[in-house]
């Protein structure tokens, strides 16, 4: 993954983050409109974009981030697939694949 898909994907992360925490029902990226779904089964916030999911951090696991979530914390994770990307937590990007 280039500098470059991390650059974009970093930006798109930033607007789906905040309108997902912001509560809202959609979010525009470049001009198109994406609606922020909730899972079934989970209830979590979603957007679909390019083939890359960014998804809230669900707090009724039983993990340290669900964890983290459950005492306020703002987790999204960026997937394609089921490959970790990146995560947003408390605003800041990390590249997982930053090597």
């Known amino acids: ?3 470059e898909d991390i650059d974009r994907i970093e930006t798109v992360a930033s607007r ?3 309108a997902i925490f912001d509560g809202l029902d959609e979010v525009e990226i470049e001009g198109e409109i994406f609606p922020i779904v909730k899972t079934s089964k989970s209830k979590v916030r979603l957007v679909e974009k390019d083939g890359y999911t960014y998804i809230e951090q669900n707090p009724r696991k039983d993990s340290r981030w669900a964890k983290l979530a459950q ?3 703002q ?3 960026v997937m394609q697939g089921r490959k970790y990307l990146a995560q947003v937590k408390d605003g800041k990007f990390l590249n997982l694949k930053r090597k």
């Open 75 to 77: 987790i999204m994770w």
């Open 16 to 18: 789906i983050y905040n």
């Open 1 to 3: 993954m280039s500098e």
């Open 71 to 73: 005492e306020g914390h």
